[in-house]
């Protein structure tokens, strides 16, 4: 695929397209300039797809595991180039970038190498009272899937998209966000290196680019932002029934029970809450401790934060806020906690800069603040002393959202996690769900619905096609107006003996 085919371009006879930049969040440095496509050129990205996902769709599972396998190989081979751009256009360390992509590059692995066996035709039992037919079910490809991507992973969250509807057999067309729009065109530049035709394309540009690729006539929409903008996607979706899966964030929680390993835990929670510069979906916002062992827990976590600081410069662990108009959603969560009560342990009010923002430990923060209730998005978390794991259970769920979640207890770890409302759980660890490519990834409640990653994910940029084949005459004819009385009697018989026990 050439590069015009990876990026849809303006004709001359329209004139220069619109443009916007991206910048590095950390220096302000341009990072590169981009197009604003517009309804017609997001249209054309998408014939182009349709056309492509003829030749693509008709591959074998095979054919297209060689395509998906060539490219990871490529992406490989290059990861430091592309964490380096992930550095300079997100702000994300290079190591955690490094870390990002190498995940993304297993899923790919994963869904290339699964997708056969999960949505190839196989036999189902017909069961009694039709024996007479052969029953197959398969999972066909929907045509062209169209991606909303995030800013906060942009190569690893869309990938659990992307990779998962390429190797069911589907095209796509990808609209990263507007901040990381030189990362979404490095992945399609890179297939379509490896597979010389436009199956995966971009399209960059605000909100207006998005709402176009939703109305391009996709076959599905995968969309992973704020719930604000997740309710915009599917209304807009909505005017054409194009069924959407969306990831709408969360506002997880971490249990720590009397058990648990207090020093684990704490260092789970502080990663979890302040890697990515707290930038995470299912990153720790909320941490609900056991009183037994909350001043010991307390105490290993600020003592940890204190040797952290978010800065750029070389050997940074904690990166700037990528967005800017976010600065003053984390302010503003930080402010009323500690105007209704709560304490900073570590951070606090000035803990917000203009580009960066210091880790914050919020302690007695009231459980209807904003800083417990909303998706703060920073590297902020609070933590609360609770009585036992039923005050627990109880406080982690009640939020409106349900993405991820994390329980520390050395016997009591599966029992605590059943009774979380979330799509997700570890235990004993933090976030590891997203990283085992079987496991399928979403959430409930305001945390949105769909899943993708793992069987699930493959099954859901497909539709199921039943097959009934006869094999030989029934020995009762029911679809005919022939049908007789003896006929409705014997099978009345049938089925009494097959379902009239209790």
């Known amino acids: 695929m050439t590069q015009a085919s990876a990026r849809p371009q303006s004709s001359p006879e329209r004139g220069p397209a619109a443009t916007f930049e991206s910048l590095d969040p950390a220096t302000g440095e341009v990072v590169g300039v981009f197009p604003v496509h517009g309804e017609e050129e997001v249209r054309e990205a998408v014939a182009r797809a349709r056309k492509a996902a003829e030749w693509w769709s008709g591959l074998t599972f095979k054919e297209r595991k060689v395509y998906l396998n060539t490219w990871k190989s490529a992406m490989v081979r290059r990861l430091p180039e592309l964490a380096d751009l992930m550095r300079r256009e997100m702000g994300k360390p290079h190591s955690d970038a490094m870390l990002e992509a190498t995940l993304a590059v297993d899923h790919i692995a994963w869904a ?45 969250t869309p990938m659990g998209s992307i990779a998962y509807a390429l190797a069911a057999g589907n095209a796509v067309v990808f609209k990263p966000s507007e901040h990381t729009p030189a ?38 929409v995968a969309f992973t932002g704020s719930a604000a903008t997740g309710k915009r996607v599917m209304a807009t979706c909505a005017e054409t029934l194009t069924p959407v899966v969306i990831e709408a964030g969360g506002k997880d929680p971490l249990i720590v029970d009397a058990d648990a390993d207090v020093e684990a835990a704490a260092d ?7 890697s990515n510069a707290g930038q995470t979906c299912t990153g720790v916002e909320r941490v609900y401790v056991h009183e037994r062992v909350y001043d010991e827990f307390v105490a290993a976590i600020t003592d940890k934060a204190r040797g952290l600081s978010a800065h750029g410069g070389e050997g940074a662990k904690i990166g700037p806020i990528t967005m800017p108009s976010q600065l003053g959603v984390i302010r503003r969560h930080i402010d009323d906690a500690l105007a209704r009560g709560g304490r900073a342990l570590v951070g606090g009010a000035d803990a917000v800069g203009e580009r960066f923002v ?41 939020t409106s959202y349900g993405l991820g979640a994390t ?64 094999r030989f005459k029934p020995a009762l004819a029911l679809t005919t107006f ?20 209790g």
Not at 116 to 131: A, D, E, F, N, T
Not at 268 to 274: E, I, K, M, N, V
Not at 383 to 393: G, P, S, T
């Open 112 to 156: 290339a190498g699964h997708a056969g066996k999960v949505l190839g035709r196989h036999r189902v039992s017909p069961g009694m009272l039709m024996v007479n037919q052969a029953a197959t079910l398969e999972f066909r490809p929907l045509g062209v899937v169209g991606v909303i991507g995030p800013w906060n992973y942009p190569v690893f």
């Open 183 to 220: 990362i979404g065109e490095w992945l399609a530049r890179t297939f379509g290196e490896c597979v010389g035709r436009p199956v995966f394309q971009v399209v960059t540009g605000r909100g207006e680019t998005g709402a176009a690729l939703c109305r391009a006539g996709v076959d599905k």
């Open 358 to 398: 210091q880790p914050t430990i919020l302690v007695d923060v009231p459980e209807d603040s904003a800083a417990v209730q909303e998706e703060t998005f920073g590297p902020t978390v609070t933590i609360a002393k609770v009585r036992d794991m039923d005050e627990a259970v109880a406080l982690a769920n009640g």
């Open 407 to 470: 329980v520390f207890s050395k016997d009591n770890g599966m029992a605590i996690a059943e009774r979380i409302r979330s799509g997700m759980t570890a235990i004993n660890a933090v976030i590891s769900f997203a990283a085992i490519p079987s496991l399928p990834f979403g959430g409930v409640g305001g945390s949105g619905f769909g899943r993708i990653h793992g069987a699930e994910g493959l099954k859901e940029f497909t539709y199921a096609k039943a097959i009934a084949r006869q």
């Open 268 to 274: 789970a929670a502080l990663w979890g809450a302040c």
């Open 482 to 501: 022939d049908r007789t009385e003896q006929a409705d009697r014997r099978l009345a018989a049938i089925v009494r003996t097959l379902h009239g026990r």
